[in-house]
Each structure stands twice: as structure tokens, then as C-alpha cells.
């Protein structure tokens, strides 16, 4: 008999001094029209009065605290062992969710006993009419991405669909999948622990579904800052690399080689151009060779779970990577398109 409570889900959300969200966040829970819910947050030593204020204003919220900042996946792996619910959703702190978000969740985990997990329908918090995103993409060459990011919603991704992974800022996961492969790995302290769970999950042969009625809207980067900030460089460089090293098996690691020496150097040029980053880059990497034998041991574990074919797993690679780059070409499309408008109209103004 399972330990766990049937269709009950629990909401588990990390918080490191974000007590201006949480507000706007948990007030959407409470809406939802799911009943069968429990609220975990997690609080990584924030100093902003977080702790204080959810005390006092959600006495019906589970409060787990740090006495310091852990990171995002020690943080979410407390909730989730904790957690007493059949289904576990994690939520960023910097959303609202839509009314119907946990029924839809969970009646595609019904009605997909296949998935062990869901992502949802990212919009931007601002703009309900720009995707946030539509599932995690993942490159031959090792870089992530969120499918959609920053598109206009037209309707493109109204389609629910098999996706390689769900964006942890918002999805849901059955318990028997932590149980089968673990939960998400405390030595990425943040940044691509989804991706890195997803691609561990495809490869014990647990599938991801897209949900696109299960709407969330996200700020982004709402606690850490901007994408291109030293600490997002540095956790990206070496969180990067632990992937590949991790999740590609031998056979489709030199396969894929020339794309990985292309997209990491892509990425390192992209910092150091936007963000003038690139000792961060160089940081995280040299942080990567040090985990090097710690990830060569979680390697051994992840393929030894293997029940899927090394095509299978190349081929929602590839999959990813065709989503990405359609993605990223509509979206260039979309501002050459805003870029000649705003130049008609200022000729039409002269």
C-alpha cells in the first residue's frame, strides 16, 4: 500500500527572499479548483521578512526553513521528501497560476499513466500574450532552452503533446518517479536541475506531456536576477557541462561532439558579449572539471536505470533541438517584423 495520499497534490515552492511574490502566488492557490491540495514552502534563509509574514498571513501553509541559502534543488528535494501528496507540483515563488491549473494537471496524469511528469503553458507575468514557455528543449551541443520563449502566444502551442521535459518552475511529477530515479540533483544548487531530471527520467522511460491548458505566469527571474548575471553565468557553465557528462552515453557523446564544442563556445560568447561575463564562464567550467568524478559516478547510476534505446534518447534530442531552433527563427521573424513597423511608422510620422 502506497504511502502517499491518492490524488492528493503537493505544492511545493522554494523561497529565498521573495516575500513580494508570495502574496500574489499563493492567493492563486487558494483559487484553484482543485480541493485536494497541500502548500509546502521551503525557505532558504531569507532575511526580508518571508518566514514572518507567511506565519501571520498563511497559517495553512507547511513552512519548511534554512537557516541559509541552499539552492533551488536542495530546497525542492526537502518539500518533495516532506510531502505527503500522490502527485508532487513544483511552483516558483514569482507566478500565478491559472484556476484550473492542478485539475488539469492532474487529469492528464490520469488519463496518461505512461508520463511521469507535465509541464504547463508558460506566459510572461507582464504580458499574458508573450510565451514564457512551453516545455524544456535540450541541443546535441548541450545548451538549454525554454520551447516558445519570449514568442507571442498565437495559438501555435494550444496542441498538448510529448515533450523531453518540464520547465521546474512550474510541472508536476508522480512520486513514483522520485522513487524510481531520485529527486533532483543537490550539487546543481540551481539552473538546469529540470533539464538534468528530465533527461534522467527519459531515460528510465518516464515521458513528459505538455499540458497547454494548465497555464502558469511567470516573471522570471524574479530572485536571481538578470540571465546574464555572474552567478547565473557561473551555475550555467558548470551546470552545462554536468549534463553532458551525466545524461549522453558514450556512442551519442562522440556523435554529438562537434555540436557540443559549438554551442558551448556559442554560449561562452553570447556572456562575454552581452554580459561581459566571461570569468564567470570560466569559473563555472573549472568547477565542472572539479565535479568531474562525483558526475562520472552519477553517470554509472543514471545509465545502470537505462530502459530506453540510445536512438529513443537521440531522438527526442534532436526532437528538442528542432523545437528550439523553429522557436528561435519565428521569434526572429517576429522582431524583424516589430522592427519594420516601428521604421514605417516613424517614416509615416516625417
Known sequence: MSKYI??????????????RFLAGCLDSLLKQKYEHVEVIIVDNGSKDGS?????ENYPQVRLLTFENNTGFSPAVNRGIRESKGEFVALLNNDTVVDPMWLSELVRIMHEHPEIGSAGCKMLAYDDHKLLDGAGDGYRRGGLPGRIGHRERDTGRFDLPRYILGACGGAAMYRQELFEAIGYLDD??????????FGLRAQNAGYKCYYVPTAIVYHLGCGTTGSGYSP???????????NTIVKNIP??????????????????????????????????GAL????????????????????????RYLEEIIVESERDL??????????????????????????
Not at 187 to 196: H, K, N, Q, T
Not at 328 to 334: A, E, G, S, T, V
Open 51 to 55: 518566514v514572518e509574514f507567511l506565519q
Open 187 to 196: 550539487d546543481y544548487f540551481a539552473y538546469l536541475e529540470d533539464v538534468d
Open 325 to 350: 531552433m523553429a522557436s528561435k527563427r519565428r521569434l526572429n521573424q517576429q522582431t524583424l517584423a516589430a522592427l519594420s513597423g516601428k521604421a514605417l511608422e516613424r517614416m509615416s510620422a516625417k
Open 231 to 241: 552567478l547565473v553565468v557561473r551555475l550555467s557553465s558548470q551546470n552545462n557541462l
Open 250 to 283: 558514450g556512442p551519442l557523446l562522440w556523435k554529438f561532439l562537434p555540436e557540443i564544442l559549438y554551442w558551448q563556445l556559442y554560449y561562452l560568447a553570447v556572456v562575454t558579449v552581452r554580459g561581459a561575463q566571461i570569468v564567470p564562464w570560466l569559473q
Open 6 to 19: 491518492p490524488n492528493l497534490v503537493s505544492v511545493v515552492i522554494p523561497n529565498w527572499n521573495g516575500k
Open 287 to 310: 568547477d565542472a572539471l572539479k565535479m568531474m568524478p562525483k558526475m562520472l559516478k552519477k553517470r554509472q547510476e543514471i545509465f545502470s536505470q537505462r530502459k530506453v534505446s540510445l
